[in-house]
């Protein structure tokens, strides 16, 4: 069993940054994949980048490429993502989730574990 708890939402203004962590508990954290993922209102949970077991393979969602990045600190059981140069269009709750598979995962339903999320809100 995983447990991951999100922190380092909030509320910014367009422009500025955020660096989300993603705690996690369990003496297995190095080998699971970890992605983000976010929902607006109204909206499906969309994926927002996702990096393997090593942080050698890294994924991002095209709206965020170039202004996020994924990164993982194994030795503290935590998934970090950088958010820079936020927009109003990335006001979301943002979940991290752990995946037990080999293959990293693009699609929510791939994922074996999940947070509560944390809510980040970008004002214009």
């Known amino acids: 069993q995983v447990q991951l708890v999100e922190s380092g939402g909030g509320l910014v203004q367009t422009g500025d940054s955020l660096r989300l962590s993603c705690a996690a508990s369990?003496?297995?954290?190095?080998?699971?994949?970890m992605g983000w993922f976010r929902q607006a209102p109204g909206k499906e949970r969309q994926f927002v980048a996702a990096?393997?077991?090593?942080?050698?393979?890294?994924f991002y969602a095209d709206s965020v490429k170039g202004r996020f990045t994924i990164s993982r600190g194994n030795a503290k059981n935590t998934v970090y993502l950088q958010m820079n140069s936020l927009k109003p269009e990335d006001t979301a709750v943002y979940y991290c989730?752990?995946?037990?598979?080999?293959?990293?995962?693009?699609?929510?339903?791939?994922?074996?574990?999940w947070g509560q999320g944390t809510q980040v809100t970008v004002s214009s």
């Open positions: 369990g003496r297995t954290f190095s080998s699971y994949a």
């Open positions: 989730a752990a995946d037990i598979g080999l293959v990293l995962h693009t699609t929510d339903g791939d994922y074996d574990y």
């Open positions: 990096i393997n077991w090593s942080g050698g393979n890294i």
